[in-house]
């Protein structure tokens, strides 16, 4: 059975896409808990996806979480989020996950790990932790934060990096 939070997220990413072919191109590779792996061969490109866990607090867009995978950049577990508030500009961003914090770089409802040795250490963090969460101060001077569910993200991360394991 198709998670329901899951559609919305492939729904948000399509609505995004750069291409819009994209949308029509995603091959579902398996739904894990509430975790989704894609693959968009068109791009091409495969990612795990999750959308945040719901919330009675106004939001500026639908919150999500994606780890992707560009074989033809070479660029493996990318991680990025949509969050739920647009950020007021210099704001710090931080994400928790298990006892680890991470400074992440981003801008207008986008946030994204500095470099891609932080991009491994969260996703090696994901593997082990229960829930994530992160926050920042949104444009309207608050803080705010979107919470996710880890269980079954590594087997999503897994499906999508073998998903794209033979595009070169």
Known sequence: ????????????IASTAALPVAAAARDSLGVFSDWGAFRDPAIP????IAKAAPSSLQRDNE???????????????QVHFR????????????????????ALTGSGSNAWAKDRAMDAAIVAAMRSAGSMTIGATGTNGK??????????VATA????????????
Request: glycine content about 8%.
């Open 83 to 102: 969050v739920s508030r647009n950020l007021a500009a210099n704001t710090a961003i931080t994400l928790r996950i298990g006892g680890r914090s991470f």
């Open 1 to 12: 059975m198709t998670n329901p939070r899951l559609l919305i997220c492939a729904a948000i």
């Open 45 to 48: 490109r495969c990612y795990a």
């Open 157 to 168: 991360m897994d499906a999508a990096t073998v998903g794209c394991a033979s595009i070169r």
């Open 143 to 152: 803080r705010f934060s979107n919470t996710y569910d880890l269980d079954g």
């Open 63 to 77: 919150p999500f979480a994606s780890i992707g995978t560009w074989p033809k950049r070479q660029v493996r577990g």
